[in-house]
């Protein structure tokens, strides 16, 4: 199954909700005012936000006024151009090696499972990784993801429970470095902004990466819980305002109606969406394409 096949399947529950209500309004409404206010109502209710929608509608009743358009195809082409657009406004930068990937986000989002998956993606594309048990504060946190780093079938380094986090980055670089690394993922602790003293540890841990390995390619990806929606912005900004984010990992798209929110958030915060998880499987993630993404919302 490819990536529109798997993007089409977890976004079947947005896409339902979106598709139908477009039918109804097409329906019963020409083009107008009350027209474009009925379609502000079905992006909002996909959870796009009310800035974000408002940009949006502008402009294709903008564009729809200028070239005399009343046909439903045309407009529907509109609103995918806009909404493909408002997507990829934010610029992805290009994945290089040697990389460090540092895996950030509150608990529940699924930031375990993600880094298994990615280690295994990186791994079919021939690239040799290393994991950095790097959440010592979570019982048991480490020993859950050598669970995935052997059905990976790559490194792990790790400390004891309750070790200094950014010691186990230091071990992780010094053997990526030695070995001729690809890709390092580091793990955190899942955190929320009133545990200062963890947003202080991942601080402390993006400065060693930035001093001991400062010849890699150092991305920083939050991983949301698409579940979450509009509350995900929250999340994003306090991370983004504490260390950097160069990209979002979206999860669990299959359990919403409202994948909307991904929309706004990525365009508002400008911040990219560089992976998706497709399903439960370790090959169920793929680099995003926002196009697809917008494809499949409409089928």
């Known amino acids: 199954m490819g990536f529109f096949s798997k993007?089409?399947?977890?976004?079947?529950?947005?896409?339902?909700?979106?598709?139908k209500k477009l039918t109804e309004?097409?329906?019963k409404n020409k083009l107008g005012e009350e027209f474009y206010e009925e379609l502000e109502d079905i992006l909002i209710s996909s959870d796009v936000s009310v800035k974000t929608t408002m940009e949006?509608?502008?402009?294709?009743?903008?564009?729809?006024v200028k070239e005399k358009c009343k046909d439903k195809d045309y407009v529907i082409n509109l609103l995918k151009n806009e909404l493909f657009?408002?997507?990829?406004?934010?610029?992805?930068?290009?994945?290089?090696?040697?990389?460090?990937?540092?895996?950030?986000?509150?608990?529940?989002?699924?930031?375990?499972?993600?880094?298994?998956?990615?280690?295994?993606?990186?791994?079919?594309?021939?690239?040799s990784v290393t994991i950095a048990a790097a959440d010592t504060f979570r019982a048991a946190a480490a020993d859950q993801l050598s669970v995935w780093a052997d059905r990976a079938k790559v490194r792990i380094i790790k400390h004891e429970e309750g070790a200094d986090a950014s010691a186990v980055v230091f071990d992780a670089i010094s053997s990526a470095k030695a070995k001729n690394t690809d890709v390092v993922i580091i793990d955190t602790a899942g955190r929320l902004h009133v545990k200062a003293n963890l947003m202080e540890e991942l601080k402390k841990m993006d400065r060693v990466v930035k001093r001991e390995y400062p010849e890699a390619n150092f991305y920083k990806l939050i991983?949301?819980?698409?579940?979450?929606?509009?509350?995900?912005?929250?999340?994003?900004?306090?991370?983004?305002?504490?260390?950097?984010?160069?990209?979002?990992?979206?999860?669990?798209?299959?359990?919403t109606a409202k994948g909307g929110f991904i929309i706004s958030l990525s365009y508002e915060l400008e911040v990219p969406v560089f992976f998706v998880g497709t399903g439960e499987k370790i090959d169920d993630i793929e680099d995003f394409s926002a196009k697809d993404f917008v494809d499949a919302l409409f089928e």
């Not at 993007?7 to 598709?19: E, I, N, Q, R, Y």
């Not at 502008?58 to 564009?63: F, K, N, S």
């Not at 509150?106 to 791994?123: H, R, Y």
């Open 7 to 19: 993007l089409k399947s977890v976004l079947k529950k947005t896409s339902d909700g979106l598709s």
């Open 85 to 127: 657009e408002t997507l990829d406004y934010a610029e992805k930068p290009e994945f290089k090696t040697p990389a460090v990937i540092m895996v950030i986000g509150v608990n529940g989002v699924g930031k375990t499972t993600t880094i298994g998956k990615l280690a295994n993606k990186f791994t079919k594309e021939k690239k």
């Open 56 to 64: 949006i509608v502008d402009e294709i009743r903008d564009t729809a």
């Open 25 to 27: 309004l097409f329906a």
């Open 223 to 255: 991983v949301l819980d698409a579940t979450t929606g509009q509350n995900a912005y929250n999340q994003v900004e306090v991370f983004k305002n504490a260390v950097g984010i160069d990209g979002i990992i979206l999860t669990k798209l299959d359990g």
